[in-house]
């Protein structure tokens, strides 16, 4: 009964955009008005872009976390497709100006099916406000793996993160920078499983920037 009842709540909570896990909170939005769009421009192009997941109102992206396919787990499967995907950790500068955080909410666009996620990366103070993509480009007959690894800028010390990802390819230019407080929200452009054929999983992103 119990077990249906949460069910229950955890599907009408989808229909209303928010989820609910065990051990915290999961928040998302896709309606929340945004001031301006970040891209960088040397994305591969394998896949679609997925839906938009936003902040919710009056929160900022000030972590980040990676789903990424290691060495190890790419000989098991016999493909590498390095980043799957991004996690965006949001707070609410009303009630926390600096790290660590522990009232938060995740949002995530789309994502690959392989590897693991890391732990968070903060901003000691401030928000994400600008990001750099490492990309591996087309390798013909080869492997490919597309995005591998993200950088972002944080606004609160001239603060710049690095995630864990893999090291294929070479970093491109830096997005431009929020013109408002700072990121909120995130897009992503993911290829889905191939079968026999070549994965590369995440290949591009887009940040929205709010005010």
Not at 56 to 72: C, E, H, N, Q
Request: aromatic fraction near 12%; proline fraction near 3%.
């Amino acid at each position: 009964m119990y077990k249906f009842l949460s069910l229950t709540l955890i599907s009408l909570l989808a229909v209303f955009g928010q989820y609910v896990i065990a051990g915290g909170r999961f928040e998302r939005t896709i309606s929340r008005p945004f001031g301006s769009v970040l891209k960088v421009h040397n994305g591969m192009r394998w896949g679609s872009w997925s839906q938009k997941e936003m902040c919710p109102t009056g929160m900022y992206a000030t972590g980040f976390s990676l789903k990424v396919a290691g060495m190890w787990e790419s000989l098991l499967v016999g493909d590498n497709t390095a980043l799957n995907g991004i996690r965006l950790h949001c707070i609410n500068p009303s009630k926390s100006s600096s790290g660590p955080y522990e009232d938060y909410a995740t949002i995530q666009s789309d994502v690959g099916s392989w590897g693991k996620w890391s732990d968070i990366k903060w901003c000691s103070s401030g928000f994400l406000t600008s990001f750099q993509l490492r990309v591996e480009p087309y390798q013909g007959t080869w492997d490919d793996t597309a995005a591998n690894n993200i950088r972002f800028n944080c606004s609160g010390n001239a603060e710049m993160l690095q995630g864990s990802g893999m090291s294929w390819g070479e970093w491109g230019d830096w997005s431009e920078k929020c013109g408002g407080k700072g990121i909120c929200g995130i897009e992503t452009m993911v290829e889905q499983p191939q079968g026999v054929g070549d994965d590369t999983a995440l290949n591009d992103v887009r940040m929205y920037c709010c005010d």
